[in-house]
């Protein structure tokens, strides 16, 4: 039982963390309309993500057991967990729908396109759960989708959770390459199954450290 509850919060994290863009997205999309439609929109618009996203998710629980496609994927997963901590996103270019449906189709797209990191993650870590898949991103998404504005500014103040997202990316990472039996005894031989989660996880934490610190813009002075 205890597992089952860490597993929980462990997806319930990786999907608020990496759903910041699509907090974003989803207060731009809204913007323009009147309060009540707004509200609306919020509403449906997460209902659609909720059931589309459980929909891909326990699809991508399935193909991850295909031979050398969890290899492929955790490849992937490591460069979505170090992406979140190198990127800086530019949403300029989101439109601010001016009807209610246009707000909705717009929430409910943006979201597809933007998910994909968190299906795979949500997959990867919840090894056949469908269960706790479900309950993960029901109770998630809605935090996010009505708290949009609350959650950027969250993840902007206290970084450290930021981290720890991508920290737990960046383990399951090395959890599911190793999964792969064939193609991991292959390449790591006799080393030690419990060293490659960690060492992608310091991989993950170490890429966003060297941005912040080392490779970070200079400051222009005027």
Known sequence: MLDWFILFLQIMLINIVLSGDNAVVIALASKNLPLHQRKQAIWWGAFGAIALRVVLTVIAVYILKVPFIQALGSVLLLWIAIKLLIDEEDHSNVKQAATL???????????????????LAIAAKAKGEVGVIILGIGL????IVWGSTLVVNLLKRYP??????????????????IADEKLATRLLGDISHYVLPIV???????SGVLKKWVFRPRQRHT
């Open 101 to 119: 449906g246009k707000a909705v189709s717009t929430i409910i797209l943006a979201d597809f396109v933007m998910s994909l990191d968190n299906v």
């Open 200 to 206: 992608t996880t310091l991989i993950v934490l170490a």
């Open 160 to 177: 450290i959770f930021v981290y720890l997202g991508a920290g737990i990316l960046g383990y399951t990472a090395g959890e599911m390459f």
């Open 140 to 143: 998630s998404i809605p935090i």
